[in-house]
């Protein structure tokens, strides 16, 4: 099988790698092992760290060893890291499960769009890009819904259970991985490790799109990944059943794919300009309603953040492919996703002391102000500054 066949492999690759059962689940499986609910957070809060950390070395990896042997390195790490979940049942076995998957998810940042890219252009259809990476998120976060219906019905007769199963799909996907055919990619050999990565970041700072697309996915992905962990407990504040999670997340994961699927028609309709305004709008929208009018009613709102957050990866990356030369191309990538996680790994622990100490619907508020505060810097830039940012 050669590289012709590599975008439908991957498409199957990832149905089974985004099979993650025990998302709706997950913290009340901590929990069942005797955590406290800091303990539980702190594990969140590590693994984001360890992300910071693995980010762009594992970028580097993939840009000199290869994107296939970046993938399949990634889907074995998540496969161990699941198993020791499952096997654990102290805080410390838990914090090694977070180091294999921190490790794991941190290979496959920025790869998946790389290796999706160089296919492309070895085949010369680039144009294709944001449709066939959209049609990969939608693959992604379809499956993470299907994936928390099946975890939150097996999570009724036991939550390990919901572990062990999860190893079902994610073995299935190590052998797919073995599959993939490695495109052609431009490759330049330094002489030093952290040379290619020093490289990489000058070559950021200096491009002016690239350092406005970095500096805005950190802004987005960063607040709206630390308010995602703020859904299960506003739910349980709004009197939301706890049989109910997996229907809700469900619907979440399901607007998440048909945004990121759709995401090369929305920015064809509307401009790339005013798809970044909706990508800080309408959380920011959503944030102020569920602060100041707390209601089971508004549960199904949550989807409205990870609707752009679907969609702001296959724009985002496109625009970082486009120019970025292929030898730094996974680590420049992996540069944004870093930026985002640094940002989460801060800011989700601010929002959960707000909420401890005021109350959640406080959190959203704060963020929604952040957010107004990013939307009055994008205004200035594109309508005050008038940058030509994407020329």
């Known amino acids: 099988m050669g590289i012709e066949n590599n975008i439908s492999r991957f498409y199957l690759y990832r149905i089974f790698q985004s099979a993650f059962l025990f998302v709706p689940i997950f913290i009340l499986f901590l929990l069942d092992n005797g955590l406290s609910m800091m303990q ?8 984001a760290l360890l992300m910071v950390l693995f980010e762009v070395p594992s970028g580097t990896f993939a840009d000199k060893f290869g994107r296939k042997t970046a993938i399949v390195a990634s889907s074995i790490l998540v496969f161990f890291g699941t198993l020791t979940f499952a096997l654990g049942h102290t805080f410390l076995v838990f914090l090694l499960a977070e180091t294999f998957f921190a490790l794991g998810v941190s290979m496959w940042s920025g790869t998946d769009s790389a290796f999706i890219y160089d296919t492309l252009k070895n085949l010369k259809r680039t144009k294709e890009f944001k449709k066939v990476y959209g049609n990969t998120q939608f693959v992604t976060f379809f499956m993470f819904g299907v994936g928390s219906l099946i975890g939150s019905y097996f999570a009724d007769i036991n939550l390990r259970l919901v572990i062990w199963l999860t190893l079902i799909p994610f073995g299935i996907a190590i052998i797919l991985s073995l599959t993939l055919t490695e495109p052609k990619f431009s490759k330049k050999v330094e002489h030093q490790y952290w040379g290619h990565i020093k490289e990489a970041f000058n070559y950021a700072k200096n491009h002016k799109q690239i350092r406005f697309f970095i500096i805005f996915f950190m ?8 308010m995602w962990h703020l859904n299960q407990p506003y739910f349980k504040f ?4 706890i049989k109910f999670f997996g229907v809700i997340y469900f619907f979440i994961f399901l607007t998440t794919a048909l945004a990121a699927k759709y995401a090369y028609k929305i920015e064809k309709s509307v401009g790339i300009k005013n798809t970044l305004y909706l990508i800080v709008i309408a959380p920011l929208l959503v944030y102020v309603i569920l602060g100041l009018f707390p209601s089971i009613w508004w549960v199904v709102l ?14 985002i990356d496109n625009y970082i492919n486009k120019n970025v030369e292929s030898h730094h191309r996974a680590t420049i990538i992996s540069l944004k996703n ?7 790994a801060t800011y989700a622990p601010f929002v959960g002391f707000i909420a401890d100490i005021w109350s959640i619907t406080t959190s959203f508020l704060i963020s929604a102000l952040i957010l107004l505060i990013d939307y009055a810097i994008l205004s200035y830039i594109f309508h005050i500054k008038k940058s030509k940012v994407f020329n």
């Open 302 to 315: 949550t989807a409205v953040p990870s609707f752009v957050f679907g969609m702001q990866y296959p724009i």
């Open 238 to 241: 709004v009197g939301l059943p």
């Open 219 to 226: 802004f987005v992905y960063g607040i709206s990944e630390s």
């Open 338 to 344: 870093l930026s985002g996680m640094l940002l989460y």
């Open 40 to 47: 539980a957070l702190f594990t969140q809060g590590y693994f």
